[in-house]
């Protein structure tokens, strides 16, 4: 315990001289006023439960999963407590989560933060350095956004974006928002710039290429794009991302409001057997490491990132309870006017600090739901459930390719679920 107040002292005093440094190229920013004004604004992200219906295994080039939103029938009782009017004619509702209510304990931290006066007396050590990270990062918020954008416009024609864009977005988003910044980009690429190509001459930073392989022969494999780690936590945890390049879409011209909307909404589902199916096999992985190094998971619930230039989707799955969650089917963007949506840093800086904001579903809830992804059941009928405990980090890269909702009553399942 001693050590822990120690090293949080320590840590403080590290922060107020950074905070109380001359800022030569721009006032001293206030940050308790940018993060309230983040909190006040907050725009709440969703997350549906999804059902696998069908998949196949054994072959990482052409996974094949066929999903739907998880729905079940409707509760005439709770609908009329909560809902008085709501309609449940096709005696089906769809559920949701509000990510504030997953995520409580980092909306928490930031409330006690905001409203004690930027005093970090409360979370512990993992609370104080993820903070730092993001107070640190909200110094250079412009600058980051301005090179974020001239690489997006820089790099988006060139024949191989994709190393390029998540370099950008690694070393001037991700990476920031973690302690440490550690991370790995996947050794996969064909192209591996040895250093940031944001032309930035203050920045030069290296960029750090590995394995990020993992996965069984017997169900699925998963290679993030990038993989990235807090400092404090030695590795033992760490959140995939994979990118996706979008950007030719979005530059078509004679593209109208309708048509955009239609692609922006459609984005995840080209790439969901893909993004949803190694979001499941890390989170089993994530287990399996734990297990390994003796760690007691404090959460089952596991997120993943989907990154494209313009838009980020959250995937979290439960491995314990087979509960799969998604935000796939609303518009979150990564921008706002011409700068980041603070509301989307917000969500992004949680899910990689997940260690220490610990995710989690309130019991009804996780009962609730508990196997409505219907993975475990799939696993079982094909005898092979237990091969997930055999899901590990590869020592090489396997060969891969790259190429009745409409009258549904949607129902908040904290509340549906009292």
């Avoid at 949080?8 to 920013?29: E, G, M, S, W």
């Avoid at 909190?39 to 696998?52: A, F, G, Q, V």
């Avoid at 230039?309 to 011409?338: A, C, F, G, H």
Wanted: net charge negative; charged share 25%; hydrophobic share 35%.
């Amino acid at each position: 315990m001693l050590s822990n107040r120690v090293g949080l002292a320590a840590l403080r005093d590290t922060l107020n001289i950074f905070f109380n440094r001359n800022f030569t190229h721009h006032k001293k920013p206030n940050f308790t006023k940018d993060l309230r004004m983040a909190l006040e604004n907050y725009t709440e992200l969703h997350l549906r439960p999804i059902k696998i219906q069908q998949c196949d295994f054994g072959d990482f080039e052409k996974v094949s999963l066929e999903y739907k939103e998880y729905t079940i029938p409707a509760d005439e009782r709770r609908c009329a407590s909560h809902r008085p009017a709501c309609n449940t004619k096709n005696g089906n509702i769809l559920l949701e989560v509000k990510f504030s209510k997953v995520f409580e304990d980092g909306f928490k931290s930031l409330k006690d933060y905001v409203y004690n006066n930027g005093r970090m007396d409360s979370g512990g050590l993992g609370h104080a350095c993820a903070l730092s990270s993001l107070l640190v990062f909200l110094t250079e918020l412009h600058e980051h956004e301005q090179i974020l954008q001239d690489g997006f416009r820089r790099y988006s024609k060139v024949v191989n974006p994709e190393t390029y864009i998540a370099a950008l977005l690694t070393n001037h988003l991700l990476s920031c928002l973690v302690f440490g910044s550690q991370y790995r980009i996947s050794d996969d690429y064909r192209d591996q710039p040895p250093f940031c190509p944001c032309k930035d001459i203050t920045c030069d930073r290296h960029i750090v290429y590995g394995q990020t392989s993992f996965g069984h022969n017997d169900v699925w494999y998963g290679r993030p794009d990038v993989l990235l780690f807090p400092k404090q936590t030695e590795n033992a945890y760490m959140v995939p991302l994979w990118y996706i390049n979008t950007q030719d879409e979005e530059n078509e011209e004679m593209e109208d409001i309708h048509s955009l909307e239609m692609k922006r909404h459609s984005k995840f589902e080209k790439y969901a057997s893909q993004v949803l199916s190694q979001a499941i096999i890390f989170a089993f992985y994530q287990s399996n490491l734990l297990e390994e190094r003796r760690i007691e998971p404090l959460s089952t619930l596991v997120p993943s990132l989907v990154i494209t230039p313009d838009q980020y989707y959250i995937i979290m799955y439960d491995y314990k309870r087979d509960i799969l969650l998604s935000n796939e089917y609303q518009v979150s963007s990564l921008w706002e006017d011409d700068g980041l949506n603070l509301s989307a840093i917000l969500d992004i800086w949680m899910v990689l600090n997940y260690k220490d904001f610990t995710p989690h579903l309130k019991s009804s809830v996780a009962q609730g739901l508990d196997g409505s992804s219907n993975f475990h059941g799939i696993l079982k009928s094909r005898n092979i459930f237990d091969e997930t405990k055999r899901i590990r980090m590869l020592r090489y890269t396997p060969s891969k390719t790259y190429d009745d909702e409409e009258n549904m009553i949607v129902q908040d399942a904290y509340t549906y679920f009292e």
